[in-house]
C-alpha cells in the first residue's frame, strides 16, 4: 500500500497570492503520493459581478444558474485551477489539472430540485480511482477544481470538501491515505475566540459534545462530518490545520487537529 | 505503431453550439487513437469586453498582458475546454481536457520583445510525448486548450494551429499519425469565392505557385507552412477540411485538401 496524501484548500488560501504562493511551496515538499483539491475562492464572485451575473447563496451555497455555471467553469476550472497548476511546474511538481469530467475521475449528478433549486449543483456518484491510481503511477500529481459532471454532458459545481472526501476514499480501497483540510485557522478550537485553544485530537464523542455546547458550529459542521465520514470509509488519518502547518500536520503530526475514532 | 488522428478545430466551430455538437458526434466515431486542440473563438473577446480588458490585435494575434491572459486562461483552459470534455463524455469519450502546464506536456518560453512586445505569447520548446503517450495507452482523449507555459511558472498564450502540428510531429516519433485542420472551407480552394474549387491534392511546388498568384494568401499561409513542417518533420499524412467532414476525410480520405511533399 502506498501512502496518499490528500489536501484540500480553501478560499482564503486561494484568494491572497503571498498565501497560495507559501502553500505550494510546502505542498512540493511533501514527498508521498499526493493529490490537491481546490475550492474556489472570492474570484468567481468578483468575475460573476463584473459579468453581471448576480450572486446568490443560500447557507453560504452558491446557487447554481447556466451562467453562474459559465463562471465557475471559467473560474475554478481555468484561472484558478490552471495557475495552481503552471505554479506547481515551476516548483518542479508535475500537477495535472482536472475536473471530474476529465478522465471520467468524479462523476456525479445534478441535485434534485427540493424546497430550494441549487441549479447546476452536483451530487457525487462514483470516483473512478483507477485513473487516478494510474496518474500517480505515471508521477502526476492531480489537482482537481471542485467542478463534476453528469451523463448527460452538463458540468456541475461540487462541494470541495465533499470532492476531497469522497476522492480519498475511493483512494483508500488501494492506498493508505492521510486527508487533510487545509483552513484559515490552525485547527478545531475548543475556545472558538481563542487561535491558540486547538483540540490535538478530536473522536466522534468529542465532536458531539462539542456541537452540543455550540463550541463546534456553522460551516465546521459539514465539514467535520465529511471528514469522520472519511475515517468510517477507510481513510487512515484525517487532519484539519492551517495551511501554513500542512508539512508539519503531514510528516511530523505536529499540527493542527487529528481526528480519530476512538 | 499506432495510427494517431490529430485534429485541430478553429473558433468558427467553437463559437456555433450546432456546428461543435455536430463537429464533437464526427469525433466521437473516429476509432484510431486521438487528439484535439481547440482554438479559443470568440468568447474571449466578449468575455474580455464585459470585464473592461480590452483587445489588441496585431497581424491578427492577440496581444496577451496579463489581465488577456487571465481572460484566455479563464476561456480557453476553462469554459471552453471542459464543456467540450463534458460533451465527449456524454459522448462515451473518455476526453481528459489539458493545457500544455498539465503533465508538463507541452513546454514553451515566453516570445521575446521585438518590434511588438505580444505579452504572455508562448514559442514551443518541448513536447512530452511520453505523458500524452501514456493517457492514449489508457485509452484517454487528449483535449488540448491553446495554452502553455514557461520554468518561470506562467502560463502562456499559444496559436492552436502550431501547437497540433507540434504535438503531431512529437508524436509521430511513435505513431503514424494524421494530422487535420479543420476550418469554415471544405479545403484549400483554387478559386477563393468558389467553395467547390477545393484543391484534393497539394504539393510544396503547386503552393508556391498558388501563394505567388495570390490565391492562396492571408491566414492559409501560416496553416500551411505549420502543415508542410509537420509532413517534412514524421507526420504521415495532413489534411485541411470543413469540420463536417471530419470523419469522411480520416477514414474514407475523401474530402478537403490532402498535402503531400511530392
Redesign the interface.
Known sequence: MHNLTVIKIGGNVIDNPDALKQFLTSFAQIRDHKILIHGGGKVATQ?AD???VPTTMVDGRRITDQPML?VV???????V???I???L???EV??????G????TVLAKKRAVGEIDYGFVGDIVEVDSG?IQ?MLR?K?VPVFAP?T?D?????LNTNADTMASAIAVDMAHKNTVTLVYCFEKKGVLSEPANDDSVITSLTPDLYETHKAAGVINKGMIPKLDNAFNALRNGVTKVIICHADQVVQAVTQGGAGTTLTLS
Open positions: 468575475v463584473k459579468l453581471g459559465d467553469t471559467m473560474v475554478y476550472g481555468g484561472l485551477n490552471k495557475q497548476v503552471a505554479k511546474q515551476a516548483l508535475n500537477a495535472i489539472g482536472l475536473t469530467a476529465d478522465a471520467s485513473q494510474y505515471q502526476l467542478l459532471y451523463e448527460e454532458g452538463n458540468l
